[in-house]
């Protein structure tokens, strides 16, 4: 069994939220490799979205080792070092807590794992996201493994007929429930339609048995108890051989779906998919970005990256990007732009009601609907 982790963290801004500096992503890879050759781990690669630093790992621990994560620690510590060493923004800005105890859970960092026995071939693609939510995954997964206008395997695959189980997680109240889809996708879409609330954790097949999909569904608001940054999530999804094809996991990319989280955490921004290149949100501190790193999982090493997004025919998800951007960026500080009251990363509501309190008066008697 090989474990395949991507954990990452924005330690630092470089400028703004907007980048992660070079001297921290070559920290990053010098300490993957430095892990390889110690025998921690089979391979490693840095990667980044934004100014979020993701470790691709791979190595035979399992997920949720002690070994791994607190390695993965370590490393954001050093690299907050360095941030603060050039005086970047939000140095250590994902760390939470001060001292490593076990594992990384409620400690800031997100982390998508997936254990899986290795096919003769095993393509695989990481997505890494920056200025959005966990729940960003939902709709290009429902798409990827329950739509059959997206995915053609769904209906001409054998393995892939039968369909796949989703595993929600409700973040509010810490619980989580499988779906059997197609059977049960009604049921489903009432829920990950909600996205700041529920999100899919896992994708597992039904035919073969096998785990497809692994996302980081951590919300840091909800570790914190306030907004410090978004989450921008990431997520493993396996591909080809009774899983998705790799062109219908990329293919709901190609819709500029708009996701919560561009500007202070606050704001609807539809989701650009781009080259690594151009992984740099800067306009709003938008639109919330995602890339796509392929690899193809040999014995254990990551034979790549390729850069799959680096391709013209996104070029048309990236225009219709920058119309809903300038449509939405028209409404200002109004719905729904800005995020509802009670998502709101950011607000000044507590402070004005305290404010304001003593200067709300009753509405005139005949502006209050009569009693029924
Ligand atoms: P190739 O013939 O290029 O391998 O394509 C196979 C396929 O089914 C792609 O969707
Ligand atoms: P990050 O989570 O990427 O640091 O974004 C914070 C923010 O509020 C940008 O406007
Ligand atoms: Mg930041
Ligand atoms: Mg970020
Ligand atoms: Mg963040």
């Not at 990053?28 to 089979?42: E, I, P, R």
């Not at 799959?308 to 500080?333: C, I, K, W």
């Not at 950011?346 to 509405?363: H, P």
Request: aromatic content about 10%.
């Amino acid at each position: 069994m090989v474990t395949l982790s991507i954990i990452k963290a924005d330690t630092g801004g470089f400028v703004g939220h907007s980048a992660v500096h070079p001297d921290m992503l070559a920290a990053g890879q010098d300490a993957l490799s430095s892990a390889v050759a110690d025998g921690l781990l089979l391979d490693g690669k840095v990667g980044h979205c934004g100014d979020d630093l993701s470790l691709i790992m791979t190595h035979e621990h399992g997920a949720d080792a002690e070994e791994v994560h607190s390695f993965a620690w370590d490393v954001f510590l050093r690299t907050t070092e360095i941030a603060k060493g050039l005086g970047l923004y939000g140095a250590g800005q994902d760390l939470l807590s001060d001292a490593f105890s076990g594992n990384l859970r409620g400690m800031g960092p997100g982390y998508a794992e997936l254990e899986f026995t290795e096919r003769p071939s095993e393509p695989v693609v990481c997505f890494l996201a920056d200025k959005t939510e966990p729940g960003a995954w939902n709709l290009p997964l429902y798409k990827m493994f329950a739509d059959p206008f997206n995915t053609a395997g769904l209906v001409i695959d054998a393995k892939m007929h039968a369909g796949f189980r989703f595993e929600v997680y409700d973040l509010y109240e810490e619980k989580r429930i499988w779906f059997d889809c197609p059977r049960e996708l009604y049921e489903m879409l009432m829920f990950i339609g909600a996205p700041a609330r529920y999100v899919i954790h896992s994708v597992e097949s039904k035919t073969l048995h096998e785990q497809a999909v692994a996302t980081s569904t951590q919300r840091l608001s909800l570790i914190a108890g306030k907004y410090v940054g978004k989450d921008d999530p990431v997520m493993i999804v396996r591909c080809q051989s009774g899983l998705p094809a790799l062109g219908e996991v990329l293919e709901p990319f190609s819709f500029a779906y708009t996701a919560g989280g561009c500007m202070r955490g606050s704001h609807h921004a539809p989701m650009m998919p781009v080259s690594v290149n151009d992984a740099h949100p800067a306009r709003f501190d938008g639109p919330p970005r995602v890339v796509a790193l392929g690899f193809q999982v040999h014995q254990g090493k990551l034979i790549g990256p390729r850069d799959l997004f680096d391709d013209p025919s996104f070029d048309r998800a990236r225009a219709q990007t920058n119309e809903v951007m300038d449509y939405l960026r028209r409404h200002g500080p109004f719905e729904p732009h800005r995020l509802p009251l009670e998502d709101l990363e950011y607000t000044t509501m507590a402070d004005l009601e305290k404010l304001l309190a003593d200067r709300w008066q009753s509405m005139p008697e005949a502006a209050v609907p009569a009693p029924r």
